[in-house]
Nanobody, 128 residues
C-alpha cells in the first residue's frame, strides 16, 4: 500500500525553470528514487536517480541522463519522504510526462523494469 505522487508540472517558456516534487504517501522508504519521462510517440526514458541520503552526512549519490546533466538537479528530503527535480534552462525537447519511481533494487537505475513503484505522472510543456 505504497503510493507515489508527482506534482509541479506546468507550461513554461524555453529557458525558464520548474521544480517537480514526488511524495511517498506512507512511512515506507526506498533506497533509490528516480525520475523518468515520456514524450508522445517515444518510450519512457531515464532522467535522474538518487540514493537514500546518509543520516550522518546528509549526502546521497545522484545520477543523470546526458541530455539533462548540468541543467537538472535531483534532491531528496528523507524526513519528508519526498524527492525533487529542479529543472533549469528548459528546452522544447524536455516536453513530456514526468514520472517518479521508487525501488530498493539498485542493480540498474537506468531501466524502467528496475523500479517497483510508480506515480501517475505530471505534464511538463515547454514552449518557444
Amino acid at each position: 500500500q505504497v503510493h507515489v505522487v508527482e506534482s509541479g508540472g506546468g507550461l513554461v517558456q524555453a529557458g525558464e525553470s520548474l521544480r517537480l516534487s514526488c511524495a511517498v504517501s506512507t512511512r515506507a522508504f526506498f533506497w533509490y528514487m528516480g525520475w523518468f519521462r515520456q514524450a508522445p510517440g517515444k518510450e519512457r526514458e531515464f532522467v535522474a536517480a538518487i540514493e537514500l541520503a546518509s543520516t550522518i552526512t546528509n549526502y546521497a549519490s545522484s545520477y543523470y541522463a546526458d541530455s539533462v546533466k548540468g541543467r537538472f538537479t535531483i534532491s531528496r528530503d528523507n524526513a519528508k519522504n519526498t524527492v525533487y527535480l529542479q529543472m533549469n534552462s528548459l528546452k522544447l525537447e524536455d516536453t513530456a510526462v514526468y514520472y517518479c519511481a521508487a525501488t530498493n533494487d539498485g542493480s540498474n537505475l537506468f531501466k524502467v523494469e528496475n523500479y517497483s513503484s510508480w506515480g501517475q505522472g505530471t505534464q511538463v510543456t515547454v514552449s518557444a
